[in-house]
């Protein structure tokens, strides 16, 4: 019988994080001044420990024990070949998955969700903020919190709001309070509300409010939690592709093709970035990241210095961006509807380390009704669009005759997401294209921004 499933006992969990900024050069983020932001600027948003983590450049960063306690309530999470997906494809790939719906919340998330309530409550901080897209990293939070007791608030995007009420009562589960954004309770949310009332929100105005919530609170007890594009935040997620290596290594395989979905970047680069220092260090290995095509951030965008929110609270980052102001179409996938892409990810696509890859919502559904009938996991909608690409890959390596090994992350399971399965099988999801000239409309944005320099790692 073959190998199905790939696991690591509880004492081979990865005890430190891979950082990347120690193999890889990154623009820094800017000030209002146009001058690099200090480490003292980011003091009332986030904690000192996890801006020191923002901005080291150490290879390898401990994980705490009080962290690898809860993240051993889960992890490590199995690796899976993907044997009856194979089956069906006929294919001679070899196809791994890094099966992260096994956590509480059912996604990657708590992965840095984890360390950053740890860092918080061993700051002092009472009260959390956040925003959350789909509704995975709000969830993920929650269920963090809750195991560190602190307070946690979340702002989630309207359209997120109406279509997956269940993530807002695993919210209210694990304690946390959810509020439809944009919202009253702020001014940037009355803002949007006073010329936009009927918007269906967005990452960048959910960030704004959350931030603004963390920031006026004048008892100096709260910080601002932010679940994606920061270097902290995708520094903790490399214990998924830390763990994937060893897990590869138990069978004899390793990857020539490494995909994951990519919203903000943070479980791409939880799977890829291990290996990412494999092929700055010489590897032969193609690593995609895969977008909505109704919000190209990666494929169409351009790399530009830009603001990770609408109200312009975040300092200037260097990242692929559709621009601040820009609301992207309602697609399912809510975790991928963000306007910005990580810094760390946008420069390895600006050096051609990496290639982004975009998929339409049908085809991410259609592949992701072909991995639940095969492989019998409902896939999140986000994950869809990584195993619309992984099909693809497998059935060139079909084409070209390759035994081709593909590993990707499968980053959350869909039974949270099943309005969105319902309205697939109804016909009444459509594709979302935009046009060069919606797109040039939300670049003007930050056309008069000062330019990322063109930098070179290797």
Known sequence: MEIRKVFLTESEIPR????????????????PDGKPVTPDMLAPVFPMNLIEQEVSSERWIDIPEDVLKVLNIWRPSPLIRALSLEAYLDTPARIYYKNESVSPPGSHKPNTAVPQAYYNKVFGIKKITTETGAGQWGSALAFACSQFGIECK???????????????????????????????????????????????????????EAIEAAVTDTSGQTRYSLGSVLNHVLLHQTIIGLEAKKQMEKVGEYPDIILGCAGGGSNFAGISFPFVYDKINGKDIDIY???????????????????????????????HSLGHAFVPPPVHAGGLRYHGMAPMVSQLVAEGIIEPKAVSQLDAYAAGVVFARTEGIIPAPETNHVISSVIAEALKAKEEGKEKVILFNFSGHGLIDLVGYDKYFSKELTNFALSEKEIKAAEKVFENFPKPELLKSR
């Open 16 to 31: 430190q994080w891979y950082n990347l900024l120690a193999d890889i050069k990154l623009n820094p983020p800017l000030g």
């Open 154 to 208: 979340v702002f989630m995007v309207r359209v997120s709001f109406k279509q997956k009420p269940y993530r807002k009562s695993m919210m209210e589960t694990w304690g946390a309070k959810c509020v439809a954004s944009p919202s009253s309770e702020t001014k940037a949310g009355q803002d949007i509300l006073a010329t936009h009332p009927d918007t269906p929100g967005s990452l960048g105005i959910a960030i704004s």
């Open 289 to 319: 990241p895969v977008e909505p095509a109704a919000c190209p951030t990666l494929t169409r965008a351009p790399f530009v210095y830009d603001h990770g929110d609408t109200a312009r609270y975040t300092p200037l980052l260097p990242m």
